[in-house]
């Protein structure tokens, strides 16, 4: 049974519909995600079933006794209230004494006050403790270590921290999230993706992160044409399915468009005195024309690299330092820029990374030491500062003012007007005022405006955030082939894996430590660190390092638990697979969906027991 049921769902924006007849459900335990082109309407389609618009036609319903949480985009909250009263709005017994004990905990750490009476016997008669520690987990990978401090101080990415922290805090039974890893760390996005993925929460989200979407959502909504196809699986498992669909329909257009050919030629032989007697024929007709003049695939991004020419110096940084009172960003940094440089910058929010960039590009001068850039370079910097744009100006307007023409891949001449239509804005759109403009659509167009200045070294601050995955893919590829240089600061792991080649990583107090590998490679160096940081250094192992001679081999007894651990994490992996996919297909009933969900966390456990004691037995056995 649904626990969300949305039929015959319509909406327009002006003269324009965004979609028509929308029906589908959500029934517990399932996760899924809306994807389609920026402007399509996905984020009203999620408003409208969040109650936050109203639609034109049709109707959302929820099960009675059903708690719905959305995050917006953009949240917005009393700028006169504190973070911490934020987090604990909900009016429940178990909330209100877990906001209590956070009150007088952050009393007591920071202003050396005593416990209030009857705080922790509250914690001890509501079981409170599990609880509580889930709600210190959250508040800390969010990154809100201040909860004193007041809403109306803080930026819209620290807005979208606390909204995401609170409908978590509230554990509703189902979340709507409306890009939830926009303004997130690396590190956040893992742990958000690990906690959703092994939740029984019904889910209904907005990403353009593929990974996330391959890990988390078991059923996938594509918004196409103001229509919505459903995909029962994964991402990838999406891909796969989009492709074969695709196929097929262009082989019935196909069939459509000859068999129209025939019957239009039939119609216009007809005397009109004799149309009466074959109406069935012209009624045919008109659904055969729909279908033939239906447009195949959709339209794509195109981006050519034509690449202005750099010279023998790019880029040097010599000794350069840089800090805000206590906080040192930077510590005699030197690096020096070479053709074809691909560089991924990955921190914790507040390490550094804008304002590193700003000092790269000159829009911030460093405390000490020198940057030289070269008399070639260009710098294009697609920054993740709202960008200002004239709101009355027309789109192709903004366009002619930074480049009347563009120099094509083969020497041709691209005109403005071309160049939006490549970047998915049709003529009607381009003549469209720039406040009418989608969200995603004016940071696509910000894109345009910056890769039309043909720079050489190319700067990308959060380039995912708000950007549709059919525009990552294409932008993706045009930088595969990007002639200059290349940097990137981005939580889309898949992003980052397929622009980058090494990573300049934020370690904090201005150590930068310089990555050969993508994300992927470096998170697998963090993993083995840690395994063998957790690995216990037995008394006789440290003896064995002091004197080798001594080292003694296995026993027979040894021997055979190596054996045994190979085969049973061989085993436990191929369980966990089945969970996964069990979970996955949403089938289950809400106790089997729960009880997959715990196998899993079970699994990971015995994983992580049984590697560390083969990692043992295989030192010793070397």
Same mark, same amino acid.
């Given at each position: ?74 949240? /917005? ?319 192709? /307007? ?141 008394? /006789? ?82």
């Amino acid at each position: 049974m649904n626990i969300i049921s949305v039929e015959n769902l319509a909406k327009s924006f002006t003269d324009k519909p965004l979609f028509t007849n929308l029906t589908f459900g959500l029934s517990q335990g399932e996760k899924a995600a809306i994807i389609g082109v920026n402007g399509c309407g996905k984020s009203t389609l999620l408003k409208t079933i969040a109650g936050w618009e109203a639609p034109d036609g049709g109707k959302v319903s929820t099960r009675k006794d059903f708690k719905v949480s959305y995050l917006p985009q953009q949240p /917005e909250f009393d700028p006169q209230t504190s973070i911490l009263d934020t987090l604990f709005e909900a009016n429940s017994p178990m909330i209100r004494a877990i906001r209590d004990y956070e009150e007088a905990m952050y009393q007591a750490e920071h202003h050396g006050k005593d416990f209030p009476e009857g705080v922790l016997e509250k914690m001890d008669e509501l079981q409170a403790w599990d609880f509580e520690a889930f709600v210190r987990q959250v508040i800390g990978q969010m990154g809100l270590l201040d909860v004193d401090i007041l809403m109306g101080t803080l930026s819209g990415g620290q807005k979208k921290r606390v909204a995401l922290a609170k409908i978590l805090i509230e554990q509703p039974d189902v979340l709507l999230l409306d890009e939830p890893t926009n303004h997130l760390d690396l590190a956040t996005v893992e742990w958000l993706e690990k906690h959703l993925a092994t939740q029984n929460t019904t889910l209904l989200l907005i990403t353009h992160d593929r990974y996330f979407l391959d890990n988390v959502c078991n059923l996938i909504f594509e918004l196409d044409g103001g229509q919505m196809n459903r995909y029962q699986g994964n991402y990838a498992y999406f891909l796969e399915k989009k492709s074969e669909r695709q196929a097929l329909e262009s082989t019935v257009v196909d069939k459509a468009r000859n068999l129209m050919k025939k019957e239009l030629d039939w119609i216009r032989k007809q005397p009109r005195a004799r149309g009466t007697k074959a109406k069935y024929r012209v009624e045919a007709f008109e659904g055969i024309k729909e279908t033939a003049s239906k447009k195949l695939g959709q339209d794509k991004v195109e981006l050519h690299a034509e690449g202005r020419r750099l010279g023998g110096k790019i880029m040097e940084l010599k000794d350069v330092s840089h800090a805000y009172d206590d906080l040192t960003i930077l510590n005699k940094f030197n690096y020096t820029f070479k053709k074809n440089d691909r560089i991924g910058i990955v921190g914790k929010n507040g390490a550094g990374k804008t304002t590193f960039l700003n000092i790269l590009t000159g829009k911030q001068l460093p405390n000490a030491g020198t940057t030289d850039k070269g008399v070639n370079t260009m710098f294009g910097y697609y920054t993740q500062e709202d960008f200002t744009f004239n709101d009355s100006q027309k789109v192709i /307007e903004a366009v002619k003012e930074v480049a009347e023409v563009h120099p094509g891949p083969d020497g041709s001449i691209i005109t403005a007007s071309q160049l939006l239509t490549r970047f998915l804005f049709p003529p009607e759109k381009q003549y469209q005022i720039i406040g009418k403009l989608s969200g995603g659509e004016k940071r696509r167009l910000q894109l345009l405006l910056i890769l039309a200045k043909n720079p050489n070294f190319l700067i990308l601050d959060e380039p995912t955030n708000d950007l549709d995955i059919t525009t990552l893919n294409v932008l993706e590829d045009f930088l595969e082939g990007f002639p200059g240089c290349l940097m990137v600061v981005s939580h889309d792991r898949y992003f980052l894996d397929r622009t980058t080649d090494h990573l300049f990583v934020f370690e904090g107090g201005g150590v930068i430590h310089d990555f050969p590998g993508n994300y992927t490679d470096f998170r697998e160096q963090q993993a083995e660190k840690a395994a063998k940081l957790e690995k216990p250094a037995p008394k /006789e192992k440290q003896k064995e390092v002091a004197k080798p001679t001594e080292k003694k081999a296995l026993s027979y007894k040894e021997k055979r638990e190596l054996e045994g651990i190979e085969a049973e994490l061989k085993e436990l992996e191929e369980k966990k697979k089945g969970f996964i996919l069990q979970l996955n297909s949403g089938n289950g009933s809400h106790e089997e969906l729960t009880e997959w969900a715990s196998k899993i966390e079970e699994i990971d456990t015995l994983l992580e027991e049984k590697e560390l004691r083969w990692l043992e037995l295989s030192e010793l056995n070397a």
